[in-house]
């Protein structure tokens, strides 16, 4: 079966560059790209990741820029940098055009030049929406500042995908310090931190009526969706006690799709096809920072009980589907 992989990363020396000399930066985000195997696996975008892909069965990736993005930098400098990468991002994919497709990085430090970039990208470049990175300094996803990010995607129908970030560094201090540094940074990161920024990000964005104003507006969240898809029957109390026209429940199936950003677990995936429909859920490894599948990606749909017809729509239909609604 054709599969595709929404959530693989790279990154340029620019932006390596721009993260080591920015203390602002650093200070947010402390864990930058590893040195050594990811490190040199995020950088590389030919040969070696080809058949990265070959061994796990993966016949095209989407790729972004990986964690933090641009969100960190000043403004100045994420609004030149996203034209930058966008454009590198778009030379890769043209390189392959039948192996990568790719989201765009946006400048949510200037939120105006961002929904100017997304327009671009998508009608110019050819790419499949963005992804972002969530907070922006101390202002959160759904500030009214990025509300017009938010207009261009629903207008275009291009999807934004809402990848993890490291917490603010009080947040770090308050509830994931107290061990070594590794654990600590691991805790705050993919233990778990990592996964509850992204998922109170969406909660925030239903809270602030952002799926209200823009219904069309569809997000993506990986890892199963982030923690909030497993605990959304509590959840949707908070929905009614706020006084949203829809639970939390009703605005993931209607503007959210869920990816596997990596982790294999069969019981996850039965979780989000009874929470949000077969339709709802696409694949994604987590290049280069997940090992691929055990037997590959089609072995792991296989062996999920699903027939043959939903298993395509994990590993692309959705995807194409999503993607061929874009207006370019």
């Not at 989407?62 to 030149?80: D, F, M, N, W």
């Not at 992804?131 to 990010?149: A, S």
């Not at 947040?171 to 998922?199: L, S």
Request: hydrophobic share 40%; proline share 5%.
């Amino acid at each position: 079966m054709k599969t595709i992989g929404t959530e693989e990363h790279f990154v340029t020396d620019d932006v390596v560059e721009a993260w080591q000399q920015d203390e602002h930066a650093r200070e947010d985000s402390p864990i930058r790209v590893a040195p050594g195997e990811i490190g040199d696996r995020l950088r590389e975008v030919g040969e070696r990741r080809l058949s990265a892909m070959d061994a796990a069965g993966l016949d095209i990736q989407v790729i972004s820029l990986t964690s933090p993005g641009l969100h960190s930098l000043r403004a100045y400098q994420a609004t030149s940098l996203q034209v930058e990468t966008n454009d590198r991002i778009a030379e890769l994919v043209n390189a392959h055009p039948d192996r990568f497709q790719g989201f765009a990085t946006l400048a949510t430090p200037a939120p105006a030049a961002a929904a100017q970039e997304l327009e671009r990208a998508v009608t110019k470049l050819g790419l499949a929406g963005a992804l972002l990175f969530g907070r922006t300094g101390e202002r959160n996803l759904d500030h009214p500042d990025n509300w017009p990010i938010f207009e261009a995607a629903a207008s275009l129908r291009a999807p934004l995908y809402i990848h993890p970030q490291i917490p603010q560094p009080t947040v770090r201090t308050a509830v994931y310090a107290g061990f070594d540094d590794a654990v600590g940074n691991a805790f705050a990161t993919h233990g778990i931190g990592w996964h509850y920024e992204a998922g109170v990000q969406f909660l925030r964005l239903a809270l602030a009526g952002v799926f209200d104003r823009f219904p069309d507006l569809q997000v993506v969240l990986g890892h199963w969706g982030e923690v909030v898809l497993f605990y959304l029957d509590r959840a949707d109390g908070l929905a009614l006690q706020a006084g949203l026209p829809q639970t939390f429940s009703e605005y993931a199936r209607r503007n959210v799709y869920i990816t596997a950003g990596g982790v294999y677990s069969q019981r996850y995936l039965r979780w989000a096809v009874e929470v949000v429909g077969v339709d709802r859920i696409m694949f994604a490894t987590d290049y280069p920072y997940r090992p691929a599948p055990d037997g590959g990606v089609e072995h792991f749909l296989e062996c999920t009980g699903l027939d043959r017809a939903d298993q395509e729509r994990i590993a692309a239909g959705n995807w194409e589907a999503l993607v061929a609604g874009i207006r370019r």
